[in-house]
């Protein structure tokens, strides 16, 4: 088994910044990828970023506001420049070194508010 363990979400100002945090721990000792993923009140669950073997990728709504790292199996997603768009449950998660299994955390909220 896998548990992904999310931290660092919370109540921000626009213009502030978050670092997230998303801890794997349990039988697998590596991912093939990690990433986030985040659901507005309403929508759907959509990817935000992600890293694979040191590749990142954005989705444009975050493209230079947002970093995504990792150190063996935790992944941070250091956000800036906050806006009231990016408030979220933001997701971590995990895919299997041969891809077949993808692993999810509970989810941690984000709200940016003045």
């Known amino acids: 088994q896998v548990q992904l363990v999310e931290s660092g979400g919370g109540l921000v100002q626009p213009g502030g910044s978050l670092r997230l945090s998303c801890a794997a721990s349990?039988?697998?000792?590596?991912?093939?990828?990690m990433g986030w993923f985040r659901q507005a009140p309403g929508k759907e669950r959509d990817l935000v970023a992600r890293?694979?073997?040191?590749i990142t990728y954005y989705s444009d709504s975050v493209k230079g506001r947002f970093t995504i790292f990792r150190d063996k199996n935790t992944v941070y997603l250091q956000m800036n420049s906050l806006k009231f768009d990016d408030t979220a449950v933001y997701y971590c998660?995990?895919?299997?070194?041969?891809?077949?299994?993808?692993?999810w955390g509970q989810g941690t909220q984000v709200i940016v508010s003045s």
């Open positions: 890293i694979t073997s040191g």
């Open positions: 998660t995990a895919l299997s070194n041969d891809g077949m299994r993808d692993f």
């Open positions: 349990g039988s697998m000792l590596s991912f093939k990828s």
